[in-house]
């Protein structure tokens, strides 16, 4: 049997969102080194008289004089980053983590919540394959001329059992969003500064439409900080009731909480982030936490680790406790 029929065979009605999903993983980075090249392109182009070379590198020593003041700052590193990006309608940046975990370890699967709905009713396999694809689109930059800008965002997660003995996605999560960004250099404490104040509507579900449906739909607001190689995100939400959510998952509140807070360390390359949520509510019975490592590998991956203990994994399983345990690439991290 040829490769292409065993890949026909295997994924049939699941293979486009494998292919959609790669294919816009594949976009990113091409759109990642095609920016970087044409960067290295400008500074590169002509030649240099003997001045010129003595002036530009005067200049550069310059630059890294400004730039080391706040070159220890990750929000503010990655907001230069972004504002490099040329003003045209093709550009987008990565938002969330994107990654891919070719392995992905689930101590306790929901076997229960999937009884019947699965290919030939297979039991969840421990391993799998997970990823995510998390993108911004600026809609609106600088809005009546103030620090205030509009964007577009979207987090896709998906779960796959491509060990199974016939490879399904038993889980995919749809995220759209749109926010309003407000840069701010409050400083709060000598060290602690705030760098931005969002506000934004959040809609997420799994798109199964039967007796797995899972949706909720949030409005929050959201605060960014940072010092020296630390950020801290807090984000509380505020859940807006409909009748998908009553009916699929009216306690969601109870294991997904009304918030979460995200912290993240750099250094030297590696970044270290934790995001914890529903920590006060229930007296912090369904604590949730998900620590990452990401590590440079080449210019354009990363390493990366991530370790998940709680509810809430994926939406289906919002109120299911598991641990799990997962090692792939990344294209970018937190900061």
């Given at each position: 049997m040829s490769i292409?029929?065993?890949?026909?065979?295997?994924?049939?009605?699941?293979r486009l969102r494998v292919y959609l999903g790669f294919l816009v993983l594949g976009s990113l980075i091409l759109a990642k080194s095609t920016f970087c090249f044409a960067q290295t392109a400008d500074h590169n182009s002509y030649p240099k008289s003997s001045k010129q070379i003595l002036k530009s590198k005067t200049s550069i020593k310059k630059n890294k004089k400004i730039l080391g003041q706040a070159s220890n700052d990750p929000v503010k590193e990655r907001e230069r980053k972004e504002k490099q990006i040329p003003p045209n309608h093709f550009a987008i940046s990565l938002y969330k983590p994107t990654y891919i975990l070719p392995y992905y370890y689930t101590g306790s699967p929901a076997n229960a919540i999937y009884e019947n709905n699965t290919p030939n009713n297979e039991s969840l396999k421990h391993s799998e394959v997970k990823y995510q694809l998390s993108f911004k689109v600026p809609a609106w930059k600088n809005i009546l001329h103030r620090p205030t800008s509009l964007y577009f965002a979207y987090t896709q997660q998906s779960y796959w059992q491509v060990y199974n003995h016939k490879a399904f996605f038993r889980e995919t999560d749809y995220e759209p969003e749109f926010f309003l960004a407000t840069e701010l250099n409050y400083r709060i404490t000598k060290n602690w500064h705030l760098d931005f104040f969002n506000l934004g509507a959040v809609h997420q579900s799994n798109g199964f439409g039967n007796a797995l449906e899972r949706t909720w739909?949030?409005?929050?607001?959201?605060?960014?900080?940072s010092t020296d190689n630390w950020m801290l995100s807090i984000k509380p939400w505020y859940i807006l009731g409909n009748g998908s959510m009553h009916q699929d998952n009216p306690d969601i509140a109870q294991f997904l909480?009304?918030?979460?807070?995200?912290?993240?360390?750099?250094?030297?390359?590696?970044?270290?982030?934790?995001?914890?949520?529903?920590?006060?509510?229930?007296?912090?019975?369904?604590i949730t936490g998900e620590l990452t490592w990401s590590f440079p590998l080449t210019t354009y991956l990363k390493g990366y680790v991530?370790?998940?203990?709680?509810?809430?994994?994926?939406l289906l399983e919002y109120n299911h406790r598991t641990n799990s345990?997962?090692?792939?690439?990344?294209?970018?991290?937190?900061?």
């Open positions: 292409f029929h065993f890949l026909q065979k295997k994924l049939k009605a699941s739909n949030r409005i929050y607001l959201e605060a960014i900080l909480g009304y918030g979460r807070i995200l912290i993240a360390h750099k250094y030297k390359g590696h970044v270290f982030s934790l995001v914890a949520h529903n920590f006060l509510e229930g007296h912090a019975r369904s991530q370790v998940f203990s709680g509810y809430g994994q994926s345990a997962g090692l792939g690439l990344a294209l970018n991290d937190w900061v």
